[in-house]
């Protein structure tokens, strides 16, 4: 059995070096999508609470943050980061460039492990992920077994 539930969040970032507007900083309205998949359980039938769902998708995405790449930041981000500790606020530093190709499959791996460790629910696994960085484009992470090409 499959259950999905989609979150909407805030987030600002910018790519440094890129030739186009993404090279400036922006925010965009993100929303997710998150599929599991498992066996109902005996208590109510369900896979998983939506509830615990919900939990878990909001503890990993970046609302109403400043996310780059911390492993190699630009010189402006590193400024900007100064400037966010300066006035205590608050920012993601992720291993990679944040681009929606990059963050789905990090947050797919980051919900599951949150749902394994933090809410001890380990017979369920999340199947796909589909990240909306505008209301026309959107990134899927599908887990390396559900992939397949019809050609």
Avoid at 20 to 45: A, R, W
Avoid at 73 to 98: H, N
Avoid at 105 to 118: D, L, Q, R, S, T
């Amino acid at each position: 059995m499959r259950v999905t539930r989609h979150e909407e969040f805030e987030t600002a970032h910018l790519l440094p070096g890129y030739d186009g507007p993404c090279g400036n900083l922006h925010g965009h309205s993100y929303k997710i999508e998150v599929t599991l998949e498992g066996p109902q359980n005996k208590l109510f039938d369900m896979v998983m609470d939506f509830k615990d769902l919900k939990k878990a998708i909001k503890e990993i995405v970046p609302d109403h943050r400043f996310v780059f790449n911390g492993a190699n930041p630009s010189e402006i981000e590193k400024d900007l980061v100064a400037v966010l500790d300066k006035y205590e606020l608050k920012y993601v530093a992720y291993p990679f460039d944040t681009t929606a190709e990059n963050m789905v499959g990090y947050f797919a791996e980051m919900i599951e492990a949150y749902i394994v460790n933090e809410l001890g629910i380990k017979d369920v696994k999340v199947v796909e992920v589909n990240l909306w960085e505008t209301t026309n484009s959107h990134a899927t992470w599908k887990r390396p077994e559900q992939m397949r090409l019809d050609i």
